[in-house]
């Protein structure tokens, strides 16, 4: 499509390279339906927005294809050294007529190949794409953080509520509560006669029944 040169907004951003950095920029020859000639024009690609101008220094661009709907083909190589792609929009769907597409080439192979990926990642279609499947990365992340989770808390629960532990805190409760099972200081070796054992153990069992 044609830039209107007047559009700030457009402007701005081609403008813009703080705001709006570039991901691809540099010479591509345009094919010209009219002239029936390859053009030469510097190209400066921004998220989904690709500027074209006459001079590389030029500020205002020349025009603008939006990439949106479209797909990037390689074409059969011309007669010439060229490496040419296609940036094809497909059918309109009100009209059902086939829509403008630009056919651009480069002079060596690798140039083809880097801009035919930088366009292809440009689209909102592709962007949306790698964000979906971001999310459900995190999803299944989050998903594997819960079951770590789950488990380490039923492992918890396990270790606290063990029969072992149970019986021996059990037992624990009941030394407290019954006289006969406190046992003489291990660091104390005494003899006891059966009559001091009487007395002593007596003794507890008359506070509980006071």
Same mark, same amino acid.
């Given at each position: 499509?044609?830039?209107? /040169?007047?559009?700030?907004? =457009?402007?701005?951003?081609? &403008?813009? !390279? @703080?705001?709006? $950095? ?22 400066? /690609?921004?998220?989904?927005? =690709?500027?074209?101008?006459? &001079?590389? !220094? @030029?500020?205002? $661009? ?149």
């Amino acid at each position: 499509m044609k830039m209107k /040169l007047n559009d700030r907004c =457009l402007i701005h951003i081609a &403008q813009s !390279n @703080d705001q709006n $950095p570039i991901d691809q920029c540099g010479w591509l020859q345009q094919w010209n339906d009219e002239k029936k000639t390859f053009q030469k024009k510097w190209f400066v /690609l921004k998220e989904n927005l =690709l500027f074209y101008y006459n &001079q590389r !220094n @030029d500020r205002e $661009p020349t025009g603008l294809i939006i990439l949106d709907g479209y797909r990037v083909e390689i074409i059969e190589s011309l007669a010439d050294d060229r490496f040419p792609f296609k940036i094809d929009f497909g059918i309109s769907r009100i009209t059902g007529k086939p829509l403008k597409s630009y056919i651009l080439a480069t002079d060596n192979h690798s140039d083809m190949e880097q801009w035919i990926k930088a366009l292809s990642c440009a689209s909102y279609d592709y962007l949306k794409m790698v964000v979906s499947e971001l999310e459900h990365r995190l999803s299944e992340l989050n998903q594997d953080d819960n079951k770590t989770t789950a488990t380490n808390d039923s492992d918890h629960s396990k270790s606290t509520s063990s029969p072992i532990l149970s019986r021996s805190d059990s037992t624990q409760q009941q030394q407290r509560f019954n006289p006969f099972d406190e046992r003489p200081d291990d660091h104390v070796q005494e003899q006891l006669t059966f009559a001091d054992l009487h007395e002593r153990y007596g003794q507890r069992i008359r506070k509980c029944f006071i």
